[in-house]
């Protein structure tokens, strides 16, 4: 109660934790999986011909770019160019679908 009131005031501060390497890595894994899963929805609901009443796909995302490889009805890869939201900032991506 003490500590609160003088972090109020401004006479307490506390510096702020390092982030473990497991922290860091299971934040990176949400925000991938937001992303493809986000890109994968996008795509189904643009070309559902494309996919099937069941997708099994592998995600890869790299910088930029999401790479799904999966049971796509495509002759060859595809690519499109998608502009995705994660945590209030915008910023396209490339989406790679592979077919298997």
């Known amino acids: ?5 003088l972090q109020e005031m401004g006479l307490l501060k506390f510096a702020p ?4 390497e497991e922290e860091k890595q299971w934040e990176l894994d949400v925000k991938n999986k937001s992303l493809y899963s986000t ?3 996008e795509l189904t609901e ?3 011909e494309k996919f099937g009443e069941k997708i099994n796909f ?3 995302v790299e910088g930029d770019t999401i790479t799904l490889t ?3 009805d ?10 995705l939201e994660y945590s ?3 910023k396209i991506y490339k989406v790679i679908l592979i077919k298997n």
């Open 74 to 83: 495509i002759i060859k890869n595809e690519v499109y160019h998608k502009e």
């Open 46 to 48: 643009e070309y559902p």
């Open 17 to 20: 934790r390092e982030k473990t």
């Open 88 to 90: 209030g900032e915008k």
């Open 39 to 41: 890109a994968l929805r």
């Open 58 to 60: 592998i995600p890869l």
């Open 70 to 72: 999966g049971n796509f």
């Open 1 to 5: 109660m003490i500590a609160n009131r």
